[in-house]
Each structure stands twice: as C-alpha cells, then as structure tokens.
Nanobody
Framework: QVQLVESGGGLVQAGGSLRLSCAASGRTFSSYGLGWFRQAPGKEREFVAA????????YYADSVEGRFTISRDNANNTVYLQMNSLKPEDTAVYYCAVKTPWGSYYSDTNYAYWGQGTQVTVSS
C-alpha cells in the first residue's frame, strides 16, 4: 500500500508559477514511476506528466511541454511538478498517482494509488 499526498496548489495569475509536490509513504515504490494528471470541471481526467523512478525518463502532454517540469527526490520519496507560464486553461484539480509496471505512461488506467488532489486556479 502506498499513500500519496499532493500539496502546493493555489490561486495564481496567468503567466505565474506554482510548484506541486507529491509525497509518498508506505510501501517503497522505487521500482515504479509516478505521474501527474488533472481534471477540470466538466472534463475528463487528462495526463500531464510522468517520470520513471529509476533512470528519470520523463513524459509530458503536448499542452504542457516546455512549461512544466517533473522531477523527483529519491531520498524523500517526493515528486515535484514545476509549472511555469501558467494559463487559465491549466485550472484543474491535479492528482499524482503511482505507475504500475504495465502499459503506457499516458493512460490513467495504468496507474494505482491516487492522491486526494490539489486545486490549481489560474486567473486571467
């Protein structure tokens, strides 16, 4: 069992920055990857970014490529999502989740152990 706690969300003006954190506890997950997803009101949950825990390969949605950066702190079992040049369309609840060993990093069906989410609101 893995517990995930997201933090760092808030209200920011367009063009601003936020850094989200996802702290993991419980069973060690050094063999997994971890991803960030988001869900805006009335929309389906969508992939944002992911990172392999071993090796550190990263994956990004086209909509955030070049603006968001995912990174990890192995020692503290924490993954970060640095979000720069934020846009109103980035407004959503952001969730982190542990990647299973199977399937694509881009599909939420290949993730388990979701966090409770953190709200990000970008004003225009």
């Amino acid at each position: 069992q893995v517990q995930l706690v997201e933090s760092g969300g808030g209200l920011v003006q367009a063009g601003g920055s936020l850094r989200l954190s996802c702290a993991a506890s419980g069973r060690t997950f050094s063999s997994y990857g971890l991803g960030w997803f988001r869900q805006a009101p009335g929309k389906e949950r969508e992939f944002v970014a992911a990172i392999r825990w071993s090796g550190g390969s990263t994956y990004y949605a086209d909509s955030v490529e070049g603006r968001f950066t995912i990174s990890r702190d192995n020692a503290n079992n924490t993954v970060y999502l640095q979000m720069n040049s934020l846009k109103p369309e980035d407004t959503a609840v952001y969730y982190c989740a542990v990647k299973t060993p199977w399937g694509s990093y881009y599909s939420d069906t290949n993730y388990a152990y979701w966090g409770q989410g953190t709200q990000v609101t970008v004003s225009s």
